[in-house]
């Protein structure tokens, strides 16, 4: 899924789980089981991804902050649950434009990312959208 989609849900689970020793691991989790979901085709042309994902992470970013802002007394739950919650995605520059998707462990890592996203397509935008509109019902209606 997209990085505000990510980002989102790593939100979410901060502000309803409150506990970093079970939130930060979900929402690491969360990215994995978010792009099983079928989802949007991103960047299929591979020169793009790089700026891609610079446009992504602005925008998790930009989500976070406001959130950080909105809910003061969880701002820093709200920070590192948003970074576990995209930081999956933060890898794909080194598996296109490094050695790295080749190493141990790594090589694994990537199939497994790569396998679990089996339903991209240019029509999953759709899916997209109708989830972001859920995370921002969720976070514009959210009373701590
Ligand atoms: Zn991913």
């Not at 007394?73 to 794909?92: E, K, N």
């Given at each position: 899924?997209?990085?505000?989609?990510?980002a989102?849900?790593?939100?979410?689970?901060?502000?309803?789980?409150?506990?970093?020793?079970?939130?930060?691991?979900?929402a690491?989790?969360?990215?994995?089981?978010?792009?099983m979901?079928?989802?949007?085709l991103?960047?299929p042309?591979?020169?793009y991804?790089?700026?891609?994902?610079?446009?992504?992470?602005?925008?998790?970013t930009?989500?976070?902050?406001?959130?950080?802002?909105?809910?003061?007394?969880?701002?820093?739950?709200?920070?590192?649950?948003?970074?576990?919650?995209?930081?999956?995605?933060?890898?794909?520059p080194?598996y296109?434009?490094?050695?790295?998707g080749?190493?141990?462990?790594?090589r694994?890592?990537?199939?497994?990312?790569?396998?679990i996203?089996?339903s991209?397509?240019y029509r999953?935008?759709?899916?997209?959208?109708?989830?972001?509109?859920?995370?921002?019902?969720?976070?514009?209606t959210?009373?701590?």
């Amino acid at each position: 899924m997209i990085g505000l989609n990510h980002a989102g849900t790593g939100i979410i689970i901060a502000l309803t789980v409150r506990r970093p020793e079970f939130a930060i691991p979900l929402a690491l989790v969360s990215h994995f089981v978010l792009d099983m979901i079928p989802h949007s085709l991103v960047a299929p042309v591979r020169k793009y991804m790089a700026p891609y994902l610079v446009i992504e992470a602005i925008g998790a970013t930009v989500l976070t902050l406001i959130c950080m802002i909105a809910f003061p007394s969880l701002w820093l739950l709200i920070g590192f649950c948003a970074v576990a919650a995209y930081s999956p995605d933060f890898l794909w520059p080194f598996y296109y434009k490094s050695k790295l998707g080749s190493k141990p462990f790594f090589r694994e890592f990537f199939a497994f990312h790569k396998k679990i996203q089996w339903s991209e397509t240019y029509r999953g935008w759709l899916v997209e959208v109708l989830y972001f509109s859920v995370v921002l019902i969720f976070l514009t209606t959210y009373k701590i």
